[in-house]
């Protein structure tokens, strides 16, 4: 009597595609971007608010300061405009997001493998990007008028902004989420938060001959590191205490807001 054997047959086993948090970040940036890059009248309409504040506020800050600040009224003033774009353009990363809960955009992008922080992080970062390229006219506006440009802090610098901006995009994210229902409180809130920040930042005028309280509340502020530090670092000095307490500041806002922002994505998804 003879046993037939069946031939064994191999079944391929597929492993489980790995996720790249870098190229999941490159997927979602992309993807925001395109919109952007259809619209380039966007990014020069954009130019437009920070070259104001240069061309009428700075000369009316020169005045007042007799004209000079730490070196220069425009190594004073240049840096903290680039500040103020980044705070405007970061701020309002959920205001997109807000657009897509009413197409559904958001449901289909939530079903995808893509990994949360990098629906977050994505986000933030292309609203970087338009930003950069925004400094880099305004650098090379100013260059002209007496602004001295040290490549390698400016690079730092503009670095810093990206991690900061990380975290306040994903705050902005999350404030969407929140008021996602009623999401003309989303402006409401952001307009609330925003010029509190900048004020107290020291962004737009010097606080130290200001009321004591001020001084105080800026110590409480992580834009007013940030300021300090951009101020150093375009200045040329990227190994300051000033510029250490920069990455501080944008370090612990951006760890901030990935936390309450993922957090924030996961329940609005059950």
């Known amino acids: 009597m003879t046993t037939l054997i069946a031939p064994s047959i191999a079944v391929p086993t597929t492993d489980p595609v790995r996720r790249s948090l870098l190229r999941d970040v490159g997927i979602v940036m992309t993807r925001e971007l395109r919109p952007v890059l259809r619209d ?7 130019m437009i608010q920070p070259l104001f504040f240069l061309g009428l506020f700075g000369p009316l800050l020169a005045a007042s300061m007799g004209g000079s600040l730490n070196g220069g009224v425009w190594q004073w003033f240049v840096p903290a405009i680039l500040v103020m774009t980044t705070l405007f353009g970061t701020s309002t990363t959920g205001a997109n997001l807000l657009f897509e809960f009413q197409t559904g955009a958001h449901e289909r992008m939530m079903v995808t493998p893509l990994s949360r922080s990098s629906l977050l992080i994505g986000r933030a970062l292309k609203e970087m990007v338009p930003l950069f390229g925004q400094a880099v006219i305004v650098i090379a506006v100013m260059v002209p008028f007496g602004f001295e440009l040290h ?4 690079i730092v610098g503009l670095a810093l902004l990206a991690v900061f901006g990380i975290g306040l995009g994903s705050f902005s994210y999350a404030l969407a989420i929140a008021v996602r229902k009623q999401d003309w409180m989303f402006w ?3 307009q609330t938060f925003l010029f509190p920040l900048m004020i107290l930042s ?3 005028l010097p606080l130290e001959n200001g009321p004591g309280w001020m001084q105080v509340a800026s110590k409480f502020n992580p834009m007013s590191y940030l300021v300090d530090a951009e101020r150093t670092l ?3 000095d990227v190994t300051s205490s000033a510029a250490l307490w920069g990455w501080v500041a944008a370090l612990i806002t951006a760890a901030l807001g990935l936390t309450v922002g993922i957090r924030s994505m996961l329940r609005s998804a059950n």
């Open 234 to 236: 375009f200045g040329g």
């Open 151 to 154: 490549l390698d802090g400016a």
């Open 202 to 204: 020291g962004m737009l």
């Open 188 to 190: 409401v809130v952001q």
């Open 40 to 46: 380039p009248f966007s990014l020069i309409f954009g």
